[in-house]
């Protein structure tokens, strides 16, 4: 019996050598977890869930293409409910606690620079985010307080200033009013309209902030209704956005309106009233077209049953898949090893890596083969530039019969030439 109880402490002490030293050398604890911070609750609670459900989905297929270097993926999903503190607070559980070794998601601006800020940089932990457009953390970047361990999947304000100027004056809006969500999104979204829409002969006739979470926003729509626009852009978050458009309309407001990517949602056609939304037209970022777009349209619908229109569902996608990517050629599972190869992930001699299972099972495997590989994502072709920020098209979209539906593409060509000619 003696025998039997030292030979099962030599046991038990062998493994633990080995689980020791696999862990050493950079071999993973299955499952290996990706952390993601997103608003399923508040505000940004009904454009957040269908972010996490594409982040989720991103997950499944890496998984069923064969894990991280072998391993299945988690994803450790935090709810930040639009809050920058409870975001601040999910990132530092998922770091300190959950030990995870990269972040994705995270929507709004004012929470990704506050993790950037109080977690992740200082925790070195690369953060991989979907839907924070501010250029607030590009300037961060450059002054070497991101550490490298900022990305983005989408492109900045300027993208969607630049989206809201055109969508305006294609319509002969020349001179509208703004009401924006009071945080560095909204007001640097502002300045980024103004500035383009004074270069395409338009003009602001005036804007007006709004705090988030307000039962009515009369006042603020008063505010702005006394401004004598000729059509309403509104920079909101689907909840609010909702609330200030019904109350917009009931006041007697313009029905031409421009909306932000934040009120493409079914949620905000139903709670204003497609019937009120007829001359309604708003911007998102825009896909390229192509195979990577299409394997991932196709892999949504077949999940979810429906077409992914909404924001961030292909950023969200792109970036979990990008991470993971990354995670897979690291030579350890650690934050700075991941950040150094974000990029690698993105060489234009690779082999090109689609969306969907087979196509994340090609690079997954090239990569432990150790051949270079070119993520061609979701949303198409990107790469990271030095702040970690990419570029990309932008779309026009209306609503139809009760629809979402695309009205017009503004496409990389285009947009680059409208960046000149700005002075972005």
């Given at each position: 019996?003696?025998?039997?109880?030292l030979?099962a402490?030599?046991?038990?002490?062998?493994?633990?050598l080995?689980n020791?030293?696999?862990?050493a050398?950079?071999?993973p604890q299955?499952?290996?977890?990706?952390?993601?911070?997103?608003?399923?609750?508040g505000?940004q609670?009904?454009?957040?869930?269908p972010?996490?459900d594409?982040?989720?989905l991103?997950?499944?297929?890496?998984?069923?293409?064969?894990?991280?270097?072998?391993c299945?993926v988690?994803?450790?999903?935090?709810?930040?409910?639009g809050?920058?503190?409870?975001g601040?607070?999910?990132?530092?559980?998922?770091v300190?606690?959950?030990?995870v070794?990269?972040?994705?998601g995270?929507?709004?601006?004012?929470?990704a620079t506050?993790i950037?800020?109080?977690?992740?940089?200082a925790?070195?932990i690369?953060?991989?985010?979907c839907c924070?457009?501010t250029p607030t953390?590009t300037?961060?970047?450059?002054?070497?307080?991101?550490?490298?361990?900022f990305?983005r999947?989408?492109?900045?304000?300027?993208?969607f200033?630049?989206a809201?100027?055109?969508a305006?004056?294609d319509r002969?809006?020349k001179?509208?009013?703004?009401i924006?969500?009071?945080n560095?999104?909204?007001s640097?979204?502002?300045?980024d309209?103004?500035k383009?829409?004074g270069?395409?002969?338009?003009?602001?006739?005036?804007?007006?902030?709004y705090n988030?979470?307000?039962?009515?926003y009369?006042?603020e729509v008063n505010q702005?209704?006394?401004?004598?626009?000729d059509?309403?852009?509104l920079?909101?978050f689907?909840?609010?956005?909702?609330?200030?458009a019904?109350?917009?309309?009931?006041?007697?407001?313009?029905q031409?309106?421009?909306?932000?990517?934040?009120?493409r949602?079914?949620?905000?056609i139903?709670?204003?009233?497609?019937r009120?939304l007829t001359?309604?037209?708003?911007?998102?970022n825009?896909?390229?077209a192509?195979?990577s777009v299409?394997?991932f349209n196709?892999?949504?619908?077949a999940k979810f049953?429906?077409?992914?229109?909404g924001?961030?569902?292909?950023?969200?996608y792109?970036a979990?898949?990008?991470?993971?990517?990354?995670?897979?050629?690291?030579?350890?599972?650690?934050?700075t090893?991941?950040?150094?190869t974000l990029?690698?992930?993105?060489d234009?001699?690779?082999?090109?890596v689609?969306p969907?299972?087979?196509?994340?099972?090609?690079?997954?495997?090239?990569?432990k083969a150790?051949?270079?590989v070119?993520?061609?994502?979701?949303?198409g072709?990107?790469?990271f530039?030095?702040?970690?920020?990419?570029?990309?098209?932008?779309l026009v979209?209306?609503?139809?019969?009760?629809?979402l539906v695309t009205d017009k593409?503004?496409?990389?060509?285009?947009?680059?030439?409208l960046?000149r000619?700005?002075?972005?």
């Amino acid at each position: 019996m003696k025998n039997k109880y030292l030979l099962a402490i030599a046991g038990a002490l062998t493994l633990a050598l080995t689980n020791g030293m696999a862990l050493a050398q950079g071999a993973p604890q299955c499952p290996v977890k990706i952390g993601a911070v997103i608003p399923l609750t508040g505000p940004q609670g009904p454009i957040g869930k269908p972010i996490a459900d594409s982040t989720q989905l991103a997950v499944e297929h890496v998984s069923a293409a064969g894990g991280i270097k072998g391993c299945p993926v988690e994803l450790a999903l935090r709810d930040d409910t639009g809050q920058p503190t409870l975001g601040v607070d999910a990132a530092r559980y998922l770091v300190d606690v959950q030990k995870v070794p990269a972040i994705v998601g995270v929507v709004g601006s004012g929470i990704a620079t506050a993790i950037v800020s109080s977690v992740t940089t200082a925790a070195k932990i690369p953060m991989v985010s979907c839907c924070a457009v501010t250029p607030t953390l590009t300037r961060l970047s450059e002054e070497g307080k991101t550490g490298g361990y900022f990305f983005r999947t989408i492109p900045t304000s300027r993208v969607f200033g630049v989206a809201h100027a055109v969508a305006a004056t294609d319509r002969g809006y020349k001179n509208p009013v703004v009401i924006y969500v009071n945080n560095d999104f909204g007001s640097s979204l502002l300045r980024d309209i103004e500035k383009a829409l004074g270069t395409l002969g338009g003009k602001i006739a005036g804007a007006v902030p709004y705090n988030e979470n307000q039962p009515s926003y009369r006042t603020e729509v008063n505010q702005a209704l006394a401004m004598k626009g000729d059509a309403l852009i509104l920079l909101a978050f689907s909840q609010d956005g909702a609330t200030i458009a019904r109350e917009w309309i009931s006041l007697g407001g313009t029905q031409n309106l421009v909306l932000h990517n934040t009120l493409r949602s079914t949620d905000f056609i139903n709670a204003v009233g497609a019937r009120f939304l007829t001359k309604a037209v708003g911007i998102d970022n825009a896909q390229v077209a192509g195979p990577s777009v299409d394997a991932f349209n196709a892999g949504f619908k077949a999940k979810f049953n429906r077409d992914p229109i909404g924001p961030g569902l292909h950023t969200g996608y792109d970036a979990v898949v990008v991470t993971a990517l990354a995670m897979q050629q690291a030579a350890a599972l650690d934050g700075t090893a991941i950040r150094d190869t974000l990029r690698l992930v993105q060489d234009p001699a690779g082999e090109t890596v689609i969306p969907g299972v087979e196509g994340i099972k090609k690079g997954l495997e090239a990569i432990k083969a150790g051949r270079k590989v070119r993520y061609v994502g979701a949303t198409g072709p990107f790469t990271f530039d030095k702040n970690g920020d990419v570029t990309g098209p932008a779309l026009v979209w209306k609503v139809e019969d009760g629809k979402l539906v695309t009205d017009k593409v503004i496409d990389l060509e285009q947009m680059t030439a409208l960046f000149r000619r700005i002075g972005f």
